[in-house]
């Protein structure tokens, strides 16, 4: 069904308190929708309350404030019931280090077993790109196979929804992108997909729709390409007139251009135009500029 | 519909009982220790406690019970804190699994451990040091719920006992004390009926007094009842004590486990 939302996030608020410390807002009133079959990023630098707000929604995590249903459960309030609840989401943790002394295939075989309706070990294995590491130990796998395992193991009970915590820290640049094609075959098997990640380049590549987040607050929501009025801004021209450099911003900069040719009949001097990149804009964003 | 609790607790068994066999430390550490003390405590005395009742054969009994104790409580409640910060609980945690899934494997685990175990000790102890084996079925039928009953207790403990450490770090310091103390209190390595009075009875609040008796029920001579300190071997007692221990242990765990760190 077109619209139908799997996640919706309300008013959602969690603070840290400790000793040592003394309290930290980490999430300060988050509202999030997320819809069936998307693949939605939350984006925002280290400590920005990315972790904790995925934790929540997750069930680890106890919240202050606010509504959240996810497959139309509060985590927090699963009960008896919780394990239909996970059966029907996959989690995929920051950094795990666990059952190093076994083997792929025999990890991913056995998780099987916890879910009701869970996918094939071996074509799961297959599509996380693990088919030549099947019977190696964990211990022995790289940090980006030791991912996909980590991916694999999300996928295995067939989930409705994936959480993916930073899936691509300490990924070398083919790594990224052969994950990236991953988690875009999952979307299109139908699956929902949550992601945080503070790379601006993987929200743009994956996200159908992304959340920026800063200091525990959402700061903008849109496609990657609407992010901070990007498709809207405008285009800066500079150029060299009278031994002084001149600048117009303008929403029609090919005609500026044309103007300024004809002027100048033919080249115009130092001429520039500039719209601002994503990554401009994100800094803005997240007051880094 | 939901999978099989127990059935995937008995997988969870096999799964942990994989990952046992392929850590050598651990594996070396479980069978050749409880060996290695018997070699030394049966070297060091060599006289008889009773007519045909060697030192020995008294501190097999005890090894094996104090066994149960550190396969089960000990290594369960220094490893369970580790596995909170490996992160597996958490893993755990998001899938569909049961707490008592885990329980189950857990009990698994340690009854696999202390079958290899007790089979090494009395194969070690009656080559080397004339260890007389159970010789009649009832004992041998003894031995076994004692082993199968002691398993679950222990597990059950070590379960309950792993939300105290703060992490895996800290978790040998805070239980391994335990263990050394009750293994003293409880006639592991001295003769029980010769330890000071408050000393028994403080003991005989544990598990690991009563698993001792009835360890010695299974392996010293009928006659050898009589020097007990209640003159019989109690076994009664013994179940009923390892029963309620299990219980509470049981509810404890249930209320007290926890898949990560605060």
């Not at chain 1, 959602?12 to 819809?35: C, F, P, Q, R």
């Not at chain 1, 929540?56 to 609840?85: C, F, H, M, N, Q």
């Not at chain 1, 998780?111 to 599509?127: K, L, M, Q, T, W």
Request: charged fraction near 20%.
């Amino acid at each position: 069904m077109a619209n139908e939302s799997a996640i919706s996030v309300r008013g959602l608020t969690k603070t840290y308190t400790s000793k040592a410390n003394g309290s930290k807002v980490a999430v300060a009133g988050i509202d999030l929708e997320v819809t069936k079959g998307e693949i939605f990023a939350i984006l925002g630098p280290n400590g920005a309350g990315k972790t904790t707000t995925v934790e929540i929604l997750e069930g680890y995590r106890d919240r202050d404030g606010g509504e959240v249903k996810v497959l139309g459960k509060d985590p927090a309030k699963l009960g008896t019931d919780s394990w239909a609840w996970r059966n029907r989401i996959g989690i995929v943790l920051q950094s795990t280090n666990d059952s190093q002394d076994l083997s792929v295939s025999e990890t991913v075989s056995h998780f099987a077993n916890y879910y009701s309706n869970p996918r094939d070990s071996d074509s799961v294995i297959h599509d996380v790109g693990l088919d030549e590491k099947k019977n190696a130990r964990i211990q022995s796998l790289s940090g980006g196979q030791r991912r996909r395992l980590d991916v694999a193991l999300g996928i295995i009970g067939n989930p409705e929804i994936l959480f993916l915590d930073e899936p691509t820290t300490g990924f070398d640049p083919e790594a990224r992108r052969a994950f990236w094609d991953l988690i875009r075959n999952l979307r299109d098997e139908g699956r929902t997909i949550l992601l945080t990640t503070h790379y601006l380049d993987e929200a743009e590549a994956l996200a159908d729709r992304v959340a920026v987040i800063v200091d525990g607050k959402i700061v903008e929501v849109s496609t990657p390409g609407n992010l901070g009025g990007r498709n809207t801004a405008k285009a800066r021209i500079s150029w060299l007139e009278n031994g002084s450099k001149q600048e117009i911003e303008s929403d029609f900069p090919a005609a500026e251009v044309a103007k300024l040719s004809a002027k100048f009949g033919g080249e115009v001097p130092e001429l520039t135009v500039i719209r601002p990149s994503l990554e401009d804009i994100y800094l803005k964003m997240i007051g880094q500029l | 519909m939901r999978p099989n609790i127990i059935k995937v607790g008995f997988l969870r068994g096999g799964l942990e009982i994989k990952q046992f066999m392929r850590q050598r430390e651990s594996v070396v550490f479980t069978l050749l220790f409880p060996v290695m003390l018997l070699f030394i405590f049966g070297s060091v005395f060599k006289g008889d406690l009773a007519p045909g009742v060697t030192f020995s054969q008294y501190f097999v009994a005890g090894m094996i019970a104090s066994g149960l104790v550190n396969t089960g409580f000990q290594q369960l409640a220094i490893m369970i804190p580790i596995e909170r910060d490996f992160g597996t609980l958490k893993r755990l945690r998001g899938t569909p699994v049961s707490p008592i899934s885990y329980f189950i494997g857990k009990a698994i685990l340690v009854f696999t451990a202390m079958i290899v175990q007790v089979g090494a000790l009395m194969a070690f102890g009656a080559a080397l040091f004339g260890l007389n084996l159970p010789n009649t079925t009832e004992r041998w039928l003894r031995f076994a719920w004692l082993i199968l009953l002691g398993s679950i207790c222990s597990t059950i403990l070590g379960i309950a006992f792993s939300a105290v450490p703060k992490n895996g770090r800290g978790a040998s310091a805070v239980v391994s004390p335990i263990v050394i103390i009750l293994q003293f209190f409880s006639g592991v390595f001295f003769v029980f009926s010769t330890l000071p009075q408050w000393m028994q009875q403080f003991a005989a609040l544990f598990p690991l007094k009563w698993l001792t008796q009835g360890m010695r029920s299974v392996f010293l001579p009928e006659s050898f009842a009589t020097q007990e300190v209640a003159k019989s071997w109690e076994i009664p007692q013994i179940a009923i004590v390892l029963l309620v221990w299990t219980v509470l242990g049981t509810i404890l765990a249930l209320k007290s486990f926890r898949w990560s760190d605060k």
